[in-house]
């Protein structure tokens, strides 16, 4: 049983900095990746990673924001820097193995107060 545990959420003031950590357990993920969905929003995705080194983050992350990965500990962190109000919204881990299976994480709760 695949198990996505993240960690790292809470409240910082703008301009501050989290750091979110997502450790799996079970098999081998091609994409690990962070979502996150604010109230009344759609979930949308800020960072991913693929197995063979690319990256991809949302317009509104870029500059700010550091998705890493390590493969033999299966994890991905998000390095989140000059935090706004608008980054506030509970994030989930999401990771695709490299037989198409799916997982995400229970998500954290991160807060920016301005």
């Known amino acids: 049983q695949v198990q996505l545990v993240e960690s790292g959420g809470g409240l910082v003031q703008a301009g501050g900095s989290l750091r979110l950590s997502c450790a799996a357990s079970g098999t081998i993920f091609a994409i690990m990746a962070w979502y996150r969905q604010a109230p009344g929003k759609q979930r949308e995705l800020v960072a991913s990673?693929?197995?063979?080194?690319?990256?991809f983050y949302a317009d509104s992350v870029k500059g700010r924001f550091t998705i890493s990965r390590d493969d033999a500990k299966k994890t991905v962190t998000l390095q989140m820097n000059s935090l706004k109000a608008d980054d506030t919204a509970v994030y989930y881990c999401h990771m695709i193995s490299n037989w198409d299976q799916k997982f995400w994480g229970q998500g954290t709760q991160v807060t920016v107060s301005s």
């Open positions: 990673s693929t197995s063979g080194g690319s990256t």
